[in-house]
């Protein structure tokens, strides 16, 4: 067969599928003016065309609902603050088992949305944004969280080579949010969470390490506030935008991206006080990190109906922006206390 009579095919049996038949020569005739020239079928009503037009109608209809429902059973934010694990067990560290369960609560027990497609029900939350952007911040903050772990806390002194999981975990995380096709992110961050909590098994048994020394916890305090740092750049850049936009569509964005973080650090450095307790202790800064936790814990928890970014010296609109930035620095500003007690 030709192309052409394949492209023929394909027309005829779209015209069908709208109740349009492909004239015959008795429709050819009566349409320059000939009658039907005695074919009594030509002068019958197409049935099908009533029939095809409620389908379509119904299609419309079902599409724009699949898409809503599914965004909406599928949305969900996890900026619980209370959020909490059982004991590790004895010689585990509480920080490593924290991080491997943000990992499942994110792509096991909540939809990853970063890389949902356009023939997902839940399709419409890459459009809004809000829960994408919690996840890949909350990611983020997990991310930074392991890479120290695997040049620090998991090595001896330095001098060691890498933990094979701590390895894995911090490749398997390093993954873009978004990827979906052959190695997909929340895939990916599956295997970084099995990885960590092998890492957790061995380090119980002796079989790995966890040093819990003032120049590691310095170290990756000192990460973290690079990571808020650019985080209320971020904020602040947008905020300049937002002057010159009568709505900012990209305010969320940014806003819920940090707040992602944020919420991270918060979880995972409460945990961490856990593992590095008797330094906190040694160096009297339980005052200080507590303060610290709780202006995280602020940005976190700002849960605005909707993210507005008007002037901060605007009288009536809020600026949610420059409020969850505020908090970030005053975190940013406890950590860089904390890191300079610990290099004394």
């Known amino acids: 067969m030709s192309l052409g009579q394949s492209i023929r095919g394909i027309g005829a049996k779209m015209r069908n599928l709208f109740g349009q038949r492909p004239k015959d020569k008795s429709d050819i005739a009566a349409d320059i003016g000939y009658g039907n020239l005695g074919n009594p079928d030509s002068a019958k009503?197409?049935?099908?065309?009533?029939?095809?037009?409620?389908?379509?109608?119904?299609?419309?209809?079902?599409?724009?609902?699949?898409?809503?429902?599914?965004?909406?059973?599928?949305?969900?934010?996890?900026?619980?603050?209370?959020?909490?694990?059982?004991d590790p067990g004895t010689g585990k560290s509480h920080t490593v088992a924290v991080v491997a369960e943000l990992i499942d609560r994110e792509v096991n027990q909540t939809k990853w949305s970063p890389n949902i497609q356009a023939f997902e029900p839940a399709a419409l939350l890459r459009v809004g944004g809000n829960m994408v952007n919690f996840q890949t911040?909350?990611?983020?903050?997990?991310?930074?969280?392991?890479?120290?772990?695997?040049?620090?806390?998991?090595?001896?002194?330095?001098?060691?080579?890498?933990?094979?999981d701590m390895a894995l975990a911090r490749e398997g995380l390093a993954r873009s949010a978004d990827t979906w096709l052959w190695a997909g992110a929340d895939g990916e961050y599956r295997k970084a969470k099995d990885a960590l909590v092998r890492y957790n098994v061995r380090l119980a048994s002796g079989q790995a390490n966890f040093e819990q020394r003032g120049d590691n916890l310095q170290g990756l305090l000192d990460h973290v506030a690079f990571?808020?740092?650019?985080?209320?750049?971020?904020?602040?850049?947008?905020?300049?935008?937002?002057r010159h936009?009568?709505?900012?569509?990209?305010?969320?964005?940014?806003?819920?991206?940090?707040?992602?973080?944020?919420?991270?650090?918060?979880?995972?450095?409460?945990?961490?006080?856990?593992?590095?307790?008797?330094?906190?202790?040694?160096?009297?800064?339980?005052?200080i990190y507590e303060e610290m936790l709780i202006e995280l814990a602020s940005?976190?928890?700002?849960?605005?109906?909707i993210v507005q970014?008007?002037?901060?010296?605007?009288?009536?609109?809020p600026n949610h922006l420059a409020a969850e930035g505020f908090y970030i620095l005053r975190a940013r500003a406890r950590l860089r206390e904390i890191t300079d007690i610990l290099q004394r």
């Open 227 to 242: 990571d808020l740092g650019a985080a209320s750049n971020e904020l602040d850049r947008e905020i300049l935008a937002g």
């Open 137 to 164: 911040g909350v990611v983020k903050g997990i991310s930074t969280t392991v890479y120290e772990m695997e040049n620090r806390l998991a090595r001896m002194r330095g001098t060691s080579s890498a933990d094979v």
């Open 45 to 86: 009503p197409k049935a099908n065309r009533g029939k095809n037009f409620w389908l379509v109608t119904i299609l419309l209809a079902i599409v724009p609902l699949y898409y809503l429902v599914g965004a909406w059973l599928t949305h969900r934010i996890n900026d619980d603050l209370n959020y909490t694990i059982n």
């Open 299 to 305: 940005a976190a928890e700002l849960q605005p109906l």
């Open 245 to 287: 936009k009568f709505i900012d569509f990209k305010a969320d964005k940014v806003f819920y991206y940090a707040k992602g973080q944020a919420y991270a650090y918060f979880i995972i450095l409460r945990a961490l006080r856990e593992d590095y307790g008797q330094v906190i202790t040694e160096r009297h800064m339980e005052k």
């Open 309 to 317: 970014n008007a002037s901060p010296s605007a009288m009536i609109m």
